[in-house]
């Protein structure tokens, strides 16, 4: 059985992989680096990935919490975003939604609970997500 995270993977590829240039990266030398790096028109943006099974039982929860980003995921896109490279976080909740929001976000990510995460996202669809991947850095 696929993980979430990999479940996640799977329908990003199926749904913008023809527009965007994407490689699952599984790096072991340097903690914290995210998942997928993406290339579509000449922006390069990394995207780290997060998921979990099913919405939170109370609007109050926090989607994420411990599976959210660790230390080292958090300075990664802090230290990326820094030098002015581009960053973003997909969560996946359940099969069917998905919140796009900005690297800047790794902070505090963890605490978000659904409605945070929609009031932050930069995209809430696979569409919105390539316009977000070809608009970024511009």
Known sequence: MRKPEQRLWDRMREHVGREVRLERVENVMTVG???VLS?????????????????PARIETR???????SREQRNWHYDWRRVGGSSVIL????????????????D??????LGELRSH??????????GVLKGAGK
């Open 121 to 130: 996202a930069l995209a809430l669809d696979w569409d919105g997500l390539v």
């Open 91 to 106: 969560v996946g909740v359940g099969p069917r939604f998905i919140y796009l929001l900005d690297g800047a976000h790794a």
């Open 108 to 113: 505090t990510i963890n605490n978000y609970n």
């Open 33 to 35: 680096m995210p998942d």
């Open 63 to 69: 989607v994420l919490g411990t599976k959210g980003l």
């Open 39 to 55: 290339c579509v028109g000449g922006n390069v943006v990394w995207v780290e990935l997060k998921a979990v099974e099913e919405p």
